[in-house]
């Protein structure tokens, strides 16, 4: 009979401990190693030569060919993607509770289903009465969907390879068990244990699988560290449930890149693709105040206009207090010592308050232009003209340092109506011309504040 042995696993990263401990050493969380119970199994069988002969396979003898993909009807979905749903590929989603990612993979079942894919939604946490409520809100379904409440995935094995559905959705992967498995649900051992049966199944079968994954409260998806690196592709799910705006961001791409992002408003009938997010992103900016600048950060392949704003004013007290808030707290700490040191700003004696218009978070380079010329034209209390654009890096010498992709930046100013663009001296030399908007470029930061402020 096979031993059974109590091991202990981190929730956070999934190490393995042979005894309980306060702290994870590895990762050094406190109060996340868990108790399971694994037994020792003695493999018997003997690989013969030929078997390991037929593994190997000689680099120049794979054929290659270009991934098959669904499209999911939502173009949004399907840029950060990469183009589609690659067949026999699976796809974590995570976000916070209440975020939609359910209501974002019945939609997506819902254009399929349209398209006569076939579909099998695989609940594990609501009942088929409440799918169907959340259903009739977004609108009318095809007859190639199925429902299932099951959490076994015995049972959900079996179903899948009666069926052969095109696409499967697992909601969520933390309410699956195996039987074999003697741990709870959700426990570090399932989640690995289920993710990796599913894994063979879709490579096994070409079926393309759908994953809802829960996140801690630092925004992680719950479970082992190993859940992200088993699948092709996760995809974090992000912002203010209270608001009115998401963020689909991936993380993580086998078939394509990690650095588009998608963005969604969330209506009564479900999610609406947001088509053009620098409009959204400058909509409600205030005319004639100071502090108020327009800047320009890339996502991938995509250029987003973004409002930065900032606040100076006179501390009350001996310790001045900084605030970010969709950037990086210690680069605004960063560009404000560059204005005390190469500009002569005393900023030594402020409160200074920096936030992002829109509820996005944004940590390129290229914003540091905006972000500086923001807090000088708010300590000046000067505003800057409205149809005035920037991007740049800021370097610790107060230099302007160029940035990648500056020409489809600009082109975008361009497309939203902005007639002026301030923007690094070396990337304005490798552009080609450009009609229709006025290019300045400026070589430190001090160049750009006597020229705006």
Same mark, same amino acid.
């Given at each position: 009979?096979?031993?059974?042995?109590?091991?202990f696993?981190?929730?956070?990263?999934?190490?393995?401990?042979?005894?309980?401990?306060?702290?994870?050493?590895?990762?050094?969380?406190?109060?996340?190693?868990?108790?399971?119970? +694994?037994? $020792?199994? %003695?493999?018997?069988?003997?690989?013969?030569?030929q078997?390991? &002969?037929? &593994?190997?396979? %000689?680099?120049?003898?794979?054929?290659? $060919?270009?991934?098959?993909?669904?499209?999911?009807? @939502?173009?949004?979905?399907?840029?950060?993607?990469?183009?589609?749903?690659?067949?026999?590929?699976?796809?974590?989603?995570?976000?916070?509770?209440?975020?939609?990612?359910?209501t974002?993979?019945?939609?997506?079942?819902?254009?399929?289903?349209? #398209?006569?894919?076939?579909?099998?939604? +695989?609940?594990?946490?609501?009942?088929?009465?409440?799918?169907?409520?959340?259903?009739?809100? =977004?609108?009318?379904?095809?007859?190639?969907?199925?429902?299932?409440?099951?959490?076994?995935?015995?049972?959900i094995?079996?179903?899948?390879?009666?069926?052969?559905?095109?696409? +499967?959705?697992?909601? !969520?992967?933390?309410?699956?068990?195996?039987?074999?498995?003697?741990?709870?649900?959700?426990?570090v051992?399932?989640?690995?244990?289920?993710?990796g049966?599913?894994?063979?199944? *879709?490579?096994?079968?070409?079926?393309?699988? /759908?994953?809802?994954?829960?996140?801690?409260?630092?925004?992680?998806? $719950?479970?082992?560290?190993?859940?992200?690196? @088993? +699948?092709?592709?996760?995809?974090y799910?992000?912002?203010?449930?209270? $608001?009115?705006?998401?963020?689909?961001?991936?993380?993580?791409?086998?078939?394509?890149?990690t650095?588009?992002?998608?963005?969604?408003? @969330?209506?009564?009938?479900?999610?609406e693709?947001?088509?053009?997010?620098?409009?959204?992103?400058?909509?409600?900016?205030?005319?004639?105040?100071?502090?108020?600048?327009? *800047?320009?950060?890339?996502?991938?392949?995509?250029?987003?206009?973004?409002?930065v704003? #900032?606040?100076?004013?006179r501390?009350?007290?001996?310790?001045?207090?900084?605030?970010?808030?969709?950037?990086?707290?210690?680069?605004?700490?960063?560009?404000?010592?560059?204005?005390e &040191?190469?500009?002569?700003?005393?900023?030594?004696?402020?409160?200074?308050?920096?936030? =992002?218009?829109?509820? =996005?978070?944004?940590?390129?380079?290229?914003?540091?232009?905006?972000i500086?010329?923001?807090?000088? !034209?708010?300590? %000046?209390?000067?505003?800057?003209?409205?149809?005035?654009?920037?991007f740049?890096?800021?370097?610790?010498?107060?230099?302007?340092?160029?940035?990648?992709? *500056?020409?489809?930046?600009?082109?975008?100013?361009? %497309?939203?109506? /902005?007639? *002026?663009?301030?923007?690094?001296?070396?990337?304005?030399?490798?552009?080609?011309?450009?009609?229709?908007?006025?290019?300045?470029?400026?070589?430190?930061?001090?160049?750009?504040?006597?020229?705006?402020?």
């Amino acid at each position: 009979m096979a031993k059974e042995k109590i091991v202990f696993y981190c929730q956070s990263c999934g190490a393995e401990s042979s005894k309980w401990m306060g702290q994870c050493p590895s990762c050094k969380e406190w109060n996340t190693l868990v108790e399971e119970v +694994v037994s $020792a199994k %003695k493999g018997n069988k003997s690989i013969s030569r030929q078997e390991i &002969k037929a &593994k190997v396979t %000689k680099i120049k003898d794979i054929k290659t $060919a270009e991934e098959a993909r669904i499209p999911t009807g @939502m173009a949004e979905l399907d840029r950060v993607l990469g183009g589609g749903i690659v067949t026999g590929s699976m796809i974590l989603v995570g976000g916070d509770p209440g975020i939609g990612k359910s209501t974002l993979l019945l939609q997506v079942c819902k254009n399929l289903a349209d #398209a006569s894919r076939n579909i099998l939604y +695989v609940s594990g946490e609501e009942s088929l009465q409440q799918i169907k409520i959340r259903a009739e809100r =977004i609108g009318e379904f095809g007859d190639s969907l199925s429902l299932l409440c099951e959490t076994n995935l015995e049972v959900i094995g079996e179903i899948v390879k009666r069926d052969l559905p095109q696409i +499967v959705v697992i909601d !969520s992967i933390q309410t699956m068990y195996n039987e074999t498995i003697s741990s709870a649900p959700g426990s570090v051992s399932q989640v690995r244990e289920s993710t990796g049966h599913l894994l063979q199944m *879709a490579k096994g079968l070409g079926i393309a699988f /759908f994953i809802i994954g829960h996140v801690t409260k630092e925004g992680v998806v $719950a479970g082992p560290r190993v859940l992200e690196h @088993m +699948v092709d592709t996760v995809l974090y799910f992000e912002g203010d449930r209270h $608001a009115a705006y998401r963020i689909l961001r991936g993380v993580k791409n086998r078939f394509g890149s990690t650095n588009e992002i998608g963005v969604f408003e @969330m209506r009564s009938f479900g999610l609406e693709e947001v088509e053009n997010p620098s409009e959204f992103m400058l909509g409600g900016k205030p005319e004639g105040a100071s502090g108020s600048v327009v *800047a320009c950060s890339m996502e991938g392949s995509r250029p987003i206009l973004l409002e930065v704003q #900032a606040l100076v004013c006179r501390s009350n007290f001996g310790m001045p207090r900084r605030t970010a808030a969709g950037c990086d707290f210690n680069r605004v700490n960063l560009l404000m010592a560059v204005l005390e &040191k190469r500009v002569g700003l005393k900023l030594g004696t402020c409160d200074a308050y920096v936030n =992002i218009a829109g509820g =996005i978070k944004m940590n390129e380079p290229a914003i540091d232009l905006g972000i500086v010329l923001a807090l000088a !034209s708010s300590y %000046k209390n000067r505003p800057v003209d409205e149809k005035v654009i920037c991007f740049g890096e800021v370097g610790l010498s107060g230099e302007v340092r160029a940035v990648s992709m *500056a020409e489809q930046r600009i082109l975008e100013a361009k %497309k939203l109506g /902005f007639t *002026a663009c301030i923007l690094p001296e070396a990337a304005k030399s490798a552009l080609p011309p450009i009609d229709g908007i006025r290019l300045q470029a400026v070589k430190s930061v001090k160049d750009a504040i006597d020229l705006l402020i």
